[in-house]
């Protein structure tokens, strides 16, 4: 005679727990589940042999994510001369297999514990989801199944880039088996993950001046913490005559950078903030995980990118946030080649730290506002003026350095640096090499 165990249950008749046995063979070893037996293992048999069947595979449908039926096989056979039910159930390849109503959660993901269907711990879920989807954090499914992605739409539509379902599916928001993946997480509203920003009073993590974190959709993040960030990015000012330049304490672009590597490469397995600290003399981004085994902090300085998160970077690049792999470093680098501060990396086993240098701390007046040192006030030179004077000392000499501008029309090295940087954006000027050696050409 039969008897209960591990892949073998027993119903008198049929009852709407069944799906949640059907839910832990899956999610196990296999099993069979004989609807016409009593307890004991004798046979009581079914009445409607048909109407039962139909209910059980309905149930077994509609109810169990994701689709787990054709590892099912229900059918009916004749025992002690009575019909009975027999639903087999394979060990499927998807698990955690889990209740639709319910998520991939304790109480929707079931597995056998001897005789009995008990609820899964939420370690064994992980490990299932680990087990399937392999080591990758962004393909696996996520534990929360009941995500909102308003923001992220919005987000799309402002940039206009199509954002439907089938985008959902090519951008690997929405797996094989139809449920979202962690990347889904990542941009939705329910993302647990968070960016935390901290502004400090003077250079040390003594005294808070004001905090804050974000949480939510990553693209929502972006915004608000570079929004946060450029506020505390204070305007000094410099007079050349009547002239008013006004000077960032950081380059925008590197700030944008350093703030797009925190979050596209991050590892999401840990729970752990990205930091942003804000000091009088620098910022400091630091980012859980640190780099891909096989990469060095010198592969980094070449412009090597290996990327933790490629799906999430594809996301980006689509969006025009990011350009290309592996130059948000190099860029965050040429945007302080002018500057005689340079940024620095760290890295430890598991993290990652970019620490901005203020271009221009100890400069000035706290407000911001100085009188160029070192130079009488004079007649303002008009701007087309030291444009023509760069182009003629261009072909003079080939190429120019800003050392060799700064000389040239007696202007202090902010006012080069603008001067250089506008020419540039004009297309007058082309810019070359990195560092110390960097040089500029007339565009021909």
Same mark, same amino acid.
């Given at each position: 005679?039969?008897?209960?165990?591990?892949?073998?249950?027993?119903?008198?008749?049929?009852?709407?727990?069944?799906?949640?046995?059907?839910?832990?063979?899956?999610?196990?070893?296999?099993?069979?589940?004989?609807?016409?037996?009593?307890?004991?293992?004798?046979?009581?048999?079914?009445?409607?042999?048909?109407?039962?069947?139909?209910?059980?595979?309905?149930?077994?449908?509609?109810?169990?994510?994701?689709?787990?039926?054709?590892?099912?096989?229900?059918?009916?056979?004749?025992?002690?001369?009575?019909?009975?039910?027999?639903?087999?159930?394979?060990?499927?390849?998807?698990?955690?297999?889990?209740?639709?109503?319910?998520?991939?959660?304790?109480?929707?993901?079931?597995?056998?514990?001897?005789?009995?269907?008990?609820?899964?711990?939420?370690?064994?879920?992980?490990?299932?989801?680990?087990?399937?989807?392999?080591?990758?954090?962004?393909?696996?499914?996520?534990?929360?199944?009941?995500?909102?992605?308003?923001?992220?739409?919005?987000?799309?539509?402002?940039?206009?880039?199509?954002?439907?379902?089938?985008?959902?599916?090519?951008?690997?928001?929405?797996?094989?088996?139809?449920?979202?993946?962690?990347?889904?997480?990542?941009?939705?509203?329910?993302?647990?993950?968070?960016?935390?920003? @901290? $502004?400090? #009073?003077?250079?040390?993590?003594? &005294?808070?001046?004001?905090?804050?974190? =974000? !949480?939510?959709?990553? +693209?929502?993040?972006?915004?608000?913490?570079?929004?946060?960030?450029?506020?505390?990015?204070?305007?000094?000012?410099?007079?050349?005559?009547?002239?008013?330049?006004?000077?960032?304490?950081?380059?925008?672009? @590197? $700030?944008? #950078?350093?703030?797009?590597?925190? &979050?596209?490469?991050?590892?999401?397995? =840990? !729970?752990?903030?990205? +930091?942003?600290?804000?000091?009088?003399?620098?910022?400091?981004?630091?980012?859980?995980?640190?780099?891909?085994?096989?990469?060095?902090?010198?592969?980094?300085?070449?412009?090597?990118?290996?990327?933790?998160?490629?799906?999430?970077?594809?996301?980006?690049?689509?969006?025009?946030?990011?350009?290309?792999?592996?130059?948000?470093?190099?860029?965050?680098?040429?945007?302080?080649?002018?500057?005689?501060?340079?940024?620095?990396?760290?890295?430890?086993?598991?993290?990652?730290?970019?620490?901005?240098?203020?271009?221009?701390?100890?400069?000035?007046?706290?407000?911001?506002?100085?009188?160029?040192?070192?130079?009488?006030?004079?007649?303002?030179?008009?701007?087309?003026?030291?444009?023509?004077?760069?182009?003629?000392?261009?072909?003079?000499?080939?190429?120019?350095?800003?050392?060799?501008?700064?000389?040239?029309?007696?202007?202090?090295?902010?006012?080069?640096?603008?001067?250089?940087?506008?020419?540039?954006?004009?297309?007058?000027?082309?810019?070359?090499?990195?560092?110390?050696?960097?040089?500029?050409?007339?565009?021909?």
């Amino acid at each position: 005679m039969l008897t209960e165990n591990l892949t073998v249950e027993f119903k008198r008749e049929y009852v709407d727990d069944i799906k949640n046995t059907v839910v832990a063979f899956a999610n196990c070893s296999g099993g069979t589940v004989f609807i016409g037996l009593n307890n004991d293992g004798s046979v009581c048999g079914v009445s409607d042999i048909d109407g039962t069947m139909l209910r059980v595979t309905n149930a077994i449908r509609d109810s169990v994510r994701p689709d787990v039926m054709m590892f099912v096989d229900c059918k009916n056979e004749i025992m002690d001369g009575k019909p009975v039910v027999c639903i087999t159930v394979q060990r499927g390849t998807a698990r955690p297999y889990y209740l639709s109503g319910k998520g991939i959660r304790p109480e929707g993901v079931y597995v056998r514990q001897g005789a009995s269907t008990v609820p899964a711990t939420e370690a064994a879920i992980l490990n299932m989801i680990k087990e399937t989807s392999g080591d990758c954090y962004e393909t696996a499914r996520a534990i929360n199944q009941q995500l909102t992605l308003d923001r992220t739409a919005a987000f799309f539509k402002k940039r206009n880039v199509e954002f439907g379902k089938a985008q959902l599916r090519t951008l690997q928001l929405v797996g094989e088996d139809g449920t979202y993946t962690n990347l889904a997480f990542l941009l939705s509203e329910q993302c647990t993950h968070t960016i935390k920003l @901290a $502004i400090f #009073e003077g250079n040390k993590k003594s &005294i808070f001046r004001d905090r804050c974190e =974000f !949480s939510g959709s990553l +693209l929502s993040q972006l915004e608000e913490a570079y929004d946060y960030i450029d506020r505390s990015n204070r305007v000094r000012a410099e007079f050349s005559g009547l002239d008013r330049l006004d000077m960032r304490d950081y380059p925008p672009e @590197a $700030i944008r #950078e350093a703030l797009l590597n925190a &979050i596209v490469h991050r590892d999401y397995s =840990f !729970s752990s903030p990205t +930091l942003v600290s804000i000091f009088e003399d620098r910022i400091e981004f630091v980012t859980i995980g640190g780099l891909v085994k096989g990469v060095t902090l010198e592969d980094i300085g070449l412009g090597v990118s290996v990327l933790r998160n490629q799906n999430l970077a594809n996301i980006f690049y689509r969006l025009r946030l990011i350009e290309a792999y592996g130059t948000g470093i190099l860029k965050i680098n040429e945007c302080y080649d002018e500057y005689p501060v340079k940024p620095t990396i760290r890295v430890s086993d598991n993290a990652f730290k970019i620490v901005l240098p203020n271009t221009n701390y100890g400069k000035g007046a706290e407000e911001g506002v100085r009188q160029q040192s070192g130079r009488k006030p004079g007649k303002a030179v008009p701007k087309e003026q030291r444009e023509k004077a760069v182009v003629a000392l261009c072909r003079e000499n080939g190429s120019v350095a800003r050392r060799d501008v700064q000389e040239a029309l007696a202007v202090s090295q902010p006012t080069a640096i603008l001067l250089m940087r506008e020419m540039v954006e004009k297309g007058i000027l082309v810019k070359r090499g990195g560092a110390r050696q960097v040089r500029y050409y007339l565009r021909k």
